[in-house]
Every structure is written in C-alpha cells, then in structure tokens.
Nanobody, 123 residues
Framework: QLQLVESGGGLVHPGGSLRLSCAASGFTLDYYVIGWFRQAPGKERERVSC????????YYADSVKGRFTISRDNAKNTVYLQMNSLKPEDTAVYYCAARSLYCSDNPRRYTYWGQGTQVTVSS
C-alpha cells in the first residue's frame, strides 16, 4: 500500500519551532517531488514549500521564506519541514504530497497525500 504519513505537529507558542516529517511506505520517495501544503479553517489549501527529486531545488511561499526549511533524507525515505519563528497565522493542518516531474502549486496535480498533522501556534 502506497502511503505518506506526516508527524511532528502540535501546539507551540509564537516564536517556537516544530519539525514535521513526511515518511513514505510502499514506495521510494527518491523519484518524487514532495510538496508541503497547509489548510486553515475556511481557507483553501496552499502550498508552503516544495523540494525536487534530485538537484535540490526548493520552493518557499513568501509567507514562510526565511523561517521554514524543507529537506529530504532519501536513505530514510523521509522529507522534513523545519518550521522556526512560528506565528499564529501558521496555524493549520499541514499535509505532504508527492508527484512526479516538478513542483506545482496546484494540489490536484499531486498523486499521493498524507492524512495531515495539526499545527497550532498560540500563546
């Protein structure tokens, strides 16, 4: 069974940090582009970051640039999203998703999705 599983979410104070993990089972992430998306209540799902399958191309939304870092460890079949200097507006369910070829900001272009992990930033 092909599956993505996110972990690492939780409740954190403003200015705090979390590291999200996206682990794959049933397939190898090496050949896939991985995107991190988030969705807050009443809002559309938005892409926050993406990493290519090879050469290390990364993308960040303006809202998270300089605070979030995406990375991948192919040996562990896992992609990470390090989130620093968190703000209340970062509160959302975070999803990872996989697709082939290149990063896209359209969630419908992604083939595999995790179940999501809740991130809440609040004092």
């Amino acid at each position: 069974q092909l599956q993505l599983v996110e972990s690492g979410g939780g409740l954190v104070h403003p200015g705090g940090s979390l590291r999200l993990s996206c682990a794959a089972s049933g397939f190898t992430l090496d050949y896939y582009v991985i995107g991190w998306f988030r969705q807050a209540p009443g809002k559309e799902r938005e892409r926050v970051s993406c990493i290519s399958s090879s050469v290390g191309f990364t993308y960040y939304a303006d809202s998270v640039k300089g605070r979030f870092t995406i990375s991948r460890d192919n040996a562990k079949n896992t992609v990470y999203l390090q989130m620093n200097s968190l703000k209340p507006e970062d509160t959302a369910v975070y999803y990872c998703a996989a697709r082939s070829l290149y990063c896209s900001d359209n969630p419908r272009r992604y083939t595999y999705w995790g179940q999501g992990t809740q991130v809440t930033v609040s004092s």
